[in-house]
T-cell receptor, first 114, second 113 residues
Framework: KAGVTQTPRYLIKTRGQQVTLSCSPISGHRSVSWYQQTPGQGLQFLFEYFSETQRNKGNFPGRFSGRQFSNSRSEMNVSTLELGDSALYLCASSLQAGDVDEQFFGPGTRLTVL | QKEVEQNSGPLSVPEGAIASLNCTYS??????FFWYRQYSGKSPELIMF????GDKEDGRFTAQLNKASQYVSLLIRDSQPSDSATYLCAVQNPPGGSYIPTFGRGTSLIVHP
């Protein structure tokens, strides 16, 4: 079974631009979560989508948004990029079919904002 | 606010020794506990999870859970240089609570030859 895939793997943008990242979950997984990871803040939760609906949201400004399609693929968008948005953006998918829900991470997208 | 605490390290152990990584959590309702390994520049990789008090073994890895003390640990036996990585602890509390795990900041492990 294929793992979680993310595209692109690397991105370089300048301040003020916007960016869209894509995530394809493991087949059969309906939940997709997005995280931002920086050396200073660790792994921070952005939002989670389940069956095309945003179910949970972390403490990030409205510049960060996302969506999920009917095939469970998800995208996240960051508008008006700031230098502080430079980070590794991770997508994780899970089944959410029982009491224990294992999240599996994709390889991440390394975003650099200049 | 749910908190998951880990010593940032680095924890340095010689090859062949037992590495002991610890994690404490604040939410008494937490039910499931996960350990991830993250190599530098890579994404987290799930090692194992535990949800019952006691020990759970998987190869060279043993997870230990003590809900009364709100404490979970990961033991790595016969540590190898390839185990050098950051280990993230994550805590989750379904089915009554959210499936979204809370992550600790990780402990850096260095296994030296």
């Amino acid at each position: 079974k294929a793992g979680v895939t993310q595209t692109p793997r690397y991105l370089i943008k300048t301040r003020g631009q916007q960016v869209t990242l894509s995530c394809s979950p493991i087949s059969g997984h309906r939940s997709v979560s997005w995280y931002q990871q920086t050396p200073g803040q660790g792994l921070q939760f952005l939002f989670e989508y389940f069956s095309e609906t945003q179910r949970n949201k972390g403490n990030f400004p409205g510049r960060f948004s996302g969506r999920q399609f009917s095939n469970s693929r998800s995208e996240m968008n960051v508008s008006t990029l700031e230098l502080g948005d430079s980070a590794l953006y991770l997508c994780a998918s899970s089944l959410q079919a029982g009491d224990v829900d294992e999240q599996f991470f994709g390889p991440g997208t390394r975003l650099t904002v200049l | 606010q749910k908190e998951v605490e880990q010593n940032s390290g680095p924890l340095s152990v010689p090859e062949g020794a037992i590495a002991s990584l610890n994690c404490t959590y604040s939410d008494q309702g937490s039910q499931s506990f996960f350990w991830y390994r993250q190599y530098s520049g890579k994404s987290p990789e799930l090692i194992m999870f535990i949800y019952s008090n006691g020990d759970k073994e998987d190869g060279r890895f043993t997870a230990q859970l003590n809900k009364a003390s709100q404490y979970v640990s990961l033991l790595i036996r016969d540590s190898q240089p390839s185990d050098s990585a950051t280990y993230l602890c994550a805590v989750q509390n379904p089915p009554g609570g959210s499936y979204i795990p809370t992550f600790g900041r990780g402990t850096s492990l260095i296994v030296h030859p």
